[in-house]
């Protein structure tokens, strides 16, 4: 209930921010731009803007624009967000070699797998000698556990530099970001199995 409640709640307030007004909407979406030349419908403006211009509308007898409180654009609604994704499901690519949303969808797919499966080769045999041989631990994981601090983007320049512009780098980015992190695990579990229930540091 409460792991159900971890994804539930956050979509509450993000709902609650988006179509209750009186939390959190400072901007004003124009659905009519009056006697303003420079506002045009769904443009969004601030608040203390928009009332400025609603004063001096009324002030000069002419007329007032319209709006409706609105949520910045780089906050969407879940509506506006559900409606952005099939869309782009539905539209075809602006390029004639552009690709459908779904085909980059399966390529990043590709590019994550190949890229989890070389760390995991790497990275599943090497903790498991890690786990069961201490020698080999000591000689591994000091610069294991000092190269896992690194970013991984920061090697981006120089995957493009030696892999070029295509799939390289970006295997190579998730295998550096998952391969020493994977060697930690992979080896603290085979120790918690190699080592008898009587001899494990009680928690």
């Not at 709902?15 to 901007?27: G, K, T």
């Not at 970013?151 to 320049?157: M, S, V």
């Not at 390289?168 to 918690?192: D, E, H, W, Y």
């Amino acid at each position: 209930m409460l792991g159900v409640l971890s994804f539930l709640l956050p979509i509450g307030l993000w709902c609650a921010v988006s179509y209750v007004p009186s939390l959190w909407h400072p901007q004003i979406l124009i659905t009519e731009p009056g006697s303003i030349s420079y506002l045009q419908p769904g443009m969004r403006m601030d608040r203390v803007g928009f009332e400025t211009e609603v004063t001096t509308a009324k002030e000069a007898h002419k007329p007032v624009p319209q709006g409706v409180p609105a949520n910045p654009i780089y906050l969407p609604s879940p509506g506006d967000v559900a409606k952005a994704f099939y869309t782009s499901f539905t539209t075809a690519p602006e390029t004639r070699d552009g690709a459908w949303l779904h085909e980059s969808l399966w390529h990043s797919i590709q590019v994550i797998f190949w890229a989890f499966l070389i760390s995991s080769a790497l990275g599943v045999p090497i903790g498991i000698l890690c786990g069961t041989y201490a020698p080999i631990a000591k000689l591994t994981e000091p610069f294991i556990e000092f190269f896992r601090y690194l970013p991984a983007p920061a090697f981006g320049a120089l995957a493009v530099a030696i892999l070029g512009i295509y799939d390289g780098p970006k295997i190579a980015i998730i295998v550096i970001g998952t391969f020493f992190q994977q060697v930690l695990v992979i080896a603290n579990t085979t120790r918690s199995w190699t080592v008898p229930w009587w001899r494990q540091p009680s928690r």
